[in-house]
């Protein structure tokens, strides 16, 4: 009963707002009273619409009512803390549904402050209190208030589980332990605990240490992205310019080739004008003849038409107009067809370089490079379609096949003078540049072929053996003969065992410097395997012996 006038004096004199006791109390005008502090922190909130309410009623007020201290209200508050009131626990420290009550209070239970793993019971702060002042209870293991402390009772003994078997990995009793566990491995809780937790503090430090890992990825990661939308920023501003500079630069010679149309017709014409000037002077000259012969023949007097026959007949010279060629509508067409011509080959070059163009910006890769392919079906996901480039064979070098295949011969090809050809090596190299992962299969026949990678500004004129694919350091070759493989890199050759195909793949990862070289048949053997540090786009190539042939296969 003294419980419950408690709980109704606290009902009565609490602040609706802190729930607490009434603190400096004040009524407001609708007669419900608050904390001075707690009504004017929230009315504080309500300054804005300049409109205060009532927490309770909701009744509202405007203006702001003024605060005075109701000390009628104060000094009942006071009377009631020196009766104990305040030693009366608030709503919020009595155990909810979800909380651990305290298993010593009776009627409406408080939460649980601790539990005691030797009672097997939860206490509340103030019956926990004989486990800080009593000795015996000192030594008890106190833990956060926990539901299942029942779990630590052994339910065939009912006694409390302290001892651990590590032949059957549960919790079991002392009498578990010298009966069905009699013969098992057993230790006690504490000092399995003790096994377990430093297998946890290594399992810890390795999960530590994964997230430092893991945030340096992701430091190093986002450092990428930052350099990735740098270099992507830069090379849009970059790219723009290069373009304006292009279009720029056809602008200029349209402008020439339209002020050269110009010149050229206002020379033309100043030409023809002038010439047609003559002739009409001429014709006018001739018309004026023409006139005095007319009169003369009509001269009656003989003596006086033989007097003036001579004089009027004699003629000047005419102007000379062989040299006047008309063509209509045809002098300036070879320039339209030249800058015809030359937009053709713009649309080539722009056509051919766009591959690789696209290419470059489709394999710019932030994460590291993926694992080489071990299958032939994992390395297919890569392949490429690769084409030779005729302005690089040699002229024994004859091209078919959509300039897939390439075949050696015994007379001179004519091929067109080109910078970029092979002058005294029988080799070719492909028009495609090379970058990101690639795969590509060459099927060879006759003596021997070179399947090869290669920088572009390999030397290609000079009458050396550093022209040729494998003997310098700017490619890489696998020598294909009958019944044998060779690697050759910096005129370095090492021979490679494998089954003989006549078949090879050869697998590239660029940005990786991994080049692969394989025996392709029913199956796929890695042959020769290089790691080094591609520094330019490299292109594939093909070296041939007398009468042997090379495709680049169509993959599928």
Known sequence: MAQRGDQLGRETIGCSICLDLLKNPVTIPCGHSYCMRCIKGFWDGEDQIKLYTCPQCREAFAPKPALKKNTMLADLVEQLKNTGLQTSPADHCYAGPEDVACDVCTGRKLKAFKSCLQCLISYCENHLQPHYNVGQFKKHKLVEPSKKLQENICSRHDEVMKMFCRTDQQSICYLCSVDEHKSHDTVSAAAERIERQRELEVSRLNIQQRIQDREKDVKLLQQEVEAVSHSADKAVEDSEKIFTQLICLLQKRSSDVKQQIRSQQ?????????????????????????????????????????????????????????????????????????????????????????????????????????????????????????????????????????????????????????????????????????????????????????????????????????????????????????????FLFNNTEKLISGPHSSRVGVYLDHRAGILSFYSVSDTITLLHRVQTTFTQPLYAGVCLYDGATAELCKLK
């Open 266 to 486: 206002e020379t033309e014409v100043s030409r023809a004008k002038e010439l047609q000037e003559k002739l009409q002077q001429e014709i006018t000259e001739l018309e004026r003849k023409d006139a005095e012969l007319k009169k003369l023949s009509h001269t009656e007097d003989h003596n006086q038409f033989l007097h003036n026959c001579p004089s009027v007949s004699q003629l000047s010279e005419p102007t000379d107009s062989s040299s006047i060629n008309i063509r209509p509508l045809r002098y300036f067409e070879d320039v339209t067809a030249a800058v015809a011509e030359l937009r053709d080959k713009l649309q080539d070059i722009l056509r051919d370089e766009w591959t690789n163009i696209s290419r470059a910006v489709t394999e710019v890769d932030v994460l590291l490079s993926e694992p080489e392919p071990k299958t032939r079906a994992e390395i297919l996901k890569y392949s490429c379609e690769i084409t030779l480039d005729p302005n690089t064979a040699n002229t024994e070098l004859f091209l078919s096949n959509g300039n897939r295949k390439v075949e050696r011969m015994s007379q001179q090809q004519s091929y067109s003078r080109h910078p970029d050809r092979f002058v005294y090596v029988c080799q070719v190299l492909s028009r495609e540049s090379l970058t990101g992962r690639c795969y590509w299969e060459v099927e060879w026949r006759g003596g021997g072929v070179y399947v090869a990678v290669s920088y572009k500004n390999i030397k290609r004129k000079e009458v050396s053996n550093e022209s040729i694919f494998g003997n310098n350091d700017k490619s890489w070759v696998l020598k294909c003969v009958t019944n044998s493989y060779s």
